[in-house]
T-cell receptor, first 112, second 117 residues
Framework: DAKTTQPNSMESNEEEPVHLPCNHSTISGTDYIHWYRQLPSQGPEYVIHGLTSNVNNRMASLAIAEDRKSSTLILHRATLRDAAVYYCILRDYTGANSKLTFGKGITLSVRP | DAGVIQSPRHEVTEMGQEVTLRCKPISGHDYLFWYRQTMMRGLELLIYFNNNVPIDDSGMPEDRFSAKMPNASFSTLKIQPSEPRDSAVYFC???????????????FGEGSRLTVL
């Protein structure tokens, strides 16, 4: 399985941008990069995904390195509600390997 | 759509008892995943199905665990006999394969919190 590595934790101040990194050096050409987050006492929820180009949605932006071996989830203005565990995972878009494995994720703390 | 529905939300049982967790995926989704989450081990994939067929069960801890998907709208995860180390939150998730404009995102249920005494 392609693996991802993330820092254990990160702190941010409210209303400041947050950049959450993820390394996936063994990514294959058919892997999408997905990000999920898990709020306290809830199941994980989808945040964003991308293949090669940078992506934006209402929740966040995803910046993907040119070689695709790393990516960064960007929260443009952190709020207290963004405090969560953020997971970066890879998903093969052909369906050949849909074994979606979550790592430890990165725990984001947001200071008021 | 009501989303992924899991039951029970909470279960407390005694060691040795049989536990059955249930999941109703989102209608039309063709993938179903069972995960287990503990503080020590994080979010672990136990098994996943595609079109009701188990594809990979290598994450199932041992023979005490079994999962079935008799039809597209229902799946069960059974633990028999249960042990205290099985205490965890069990999540079910469903998705569509990435295709065209679909995102292929996983939709998770709210989880079933199991406590084995």
């Amino acid at each position: 399985d392609a693996k991802t590595t993330q820092p254990n934790s990160m702190e941010s101040n409210e209303e400041e941008p947050v950049h959450l990194p993820c390394n996936h050096s063994t990514i294959s050409g058919t892997d999408y990069i997905h990000w999920y987050r898990q709020l306290p006492s809830q199941g994980p929820e989808y945040v964003i995904h991308g293949l090669t180009s940078n992506v934006n949605n209402r929740m966040a932006s995803l910046a993907i390195a040119e070689d695709r071996k790393s990516s960064t989830l960007i929260l443009h203005r952190a709020t207290l509600r963004d405090a969560a565990v953020y997971y970066c995972i890879l998903r093969d878009y052909t369906g050949a390997n849909s074994k979606l494995t979550f790592g430890k994720g990165i725990t984001l703390s947001v200071r008021p | 759509d009501a989303g992924v529905i899991q039951s029970p939300r909470h279960e407390v049982t005694e060691m040795g008892q049989e536990v059955t967790l249930r999941c109703k995926p989102i209608s039309g989704h063709d993938y179903l995943f069972w995960y287990r989450q503990t503080m020590m081990r994080g979010l672990e994939l136990l098994i996943y199905f595609n079109n009701n067929v188990p594809i990979d069960d290598s994450g199932m801890p041992e023979d005490r665990f079994s999962a079935k998907m008799p039809n597209a709208s229902f799946s069960t995860l059974k633990i028999q006999p249960s042990e205290p180390r099985d205490s965890a939150v069990y999540f079910c998730a469903s998705s569509l394969l990435l295709a065209g404009g679909l995102t292929g995102e996983l939709f998770f249920g709210e989880g079933s919190r199991l406590t084995v005494l």
